[in-house]
């Protein structure tokens, strides 16, 4: 299988035996459709000129329409032809920080994002990154299977979080130790009557808890049930967790909304009225 490393060149990908690189999926296969059955739209962010066009020839092989940038102004340029379904965002882009380019994104849109880093000991990034909102990350190097798996399952999940928005919308509202969630509007309005704005990720977390109060919950499934990525070195769900209460609870540092129960995971403490 090819591996995406900086600097490899695409002879070196060509060379590679066909069916070691993965052949096309069927037209109109439903992992790779974005919306209305159209290819998914793909933006790749990354000033590697090889990098880029070994991603962006992959993916069009594989039915996806690619939008490549290799900084900020050709991402704003390609962000005004069109909104992708997903963004592929490396955070090392010379003059430009990968991570303010994710801020920017948050700041406008919910679309998914991948991030690449460039060593697997670089944590720091990859937990920051997820911090502001990234859906996955990949280190380097990694197959290009495994990047087409996750893209496929970030729209898989985008897919699901769509019916889980219009199954939401028929179910009112929630309400817990003077908070109340009108999953009609989304919304999120605290005891004193604000409303709380939360990251895709915090919400659909928080509807987990919700769906079940007062039961310990692993990782494992508070991972399936907001569809975030997992794999062994995967600590997203302690990030989503530590940013969910820093929302909701008076001290943080002495949760009582969300406990964490040792070798078992997280308990959502209050009673939950639904309304």
Not at 109 to 116: E, G, K, T
Not at 160 to 175: K, T, V
Not at 232 to 251: M, N, Y
Request: proline share 7%; charged share 30%.
């Amino acid at each position: 299988m090819p591996m995406c490393t900086p600097g490899v060149e695409m002879s070196q990908i060509l060379a590679t035996p066909e069916s070691s690189i993965d052949s096309p999926s069927p037209l109109g296969n439903p992992a790779t459709a974005g919306p209305v059955g159209r290819p998914a739209c793909v933006l790749v962010v990354d000033d590697d000129p090889s990098m880029q066009r070994m991603l962006v020839n992959y993916l069009e092989r594989h039915d996806m329409r690619v939008l490549p940038a290799a900084n900020r102004q050709e991402m704003a340029r390609q962000l005004a032809r069109a909104e992708p379904c997903v963004v592929i965002l490396e955070l090392s882009l010379g003059q430009d920080d990968g991570l303010d380019l994710l801020r920017e994104l948050r700041a406008r849109s919910d679309v998914p994002v991948i991030i690449m880093t460039g060593h697997r000991r670089d944590e720091i990034d990859r937990v920051v990154g997820l911090e502001l909102g990234a859906d996955d990350y990949l280190t380097k190097p990694f197959g290009l299977r495994e990047l087409l798996a996750r893209i496929r399952a970030v729209l898989r999940r985008q897919e699901r979080g769509r019916i889980a928005s219009r199954r939401d919308a028929e179910q009112g509202h929630y309400r817990f130790a003077g908070w109340l969630q009108d999953r009609r509007a989304r919304r999120v309005t605290g005891p004193d009557g604000s409303h709380v704005a939360l990251t895709k990720g915090e919400y659909t977390l928080l509807t987990a808890f919700l769906d079940a109060p007062q039961r310990p919950l692993s990782r494992e499934h508070l991972l399936q049930a907001t569809r975030i990525h997992e794999d062994v070195f995967d600590r997203s769900i302690d990030v989503q967790i530590l940013r969910l209460r820093r929302k909701l609870e008076p001290d943080p540092s002495a949760p009582r909304l969300i406990r964490t129960e040792r070798g078992v995971g997280y308990v959502f403490v209050p009673a939950v009225e639904r309304l």
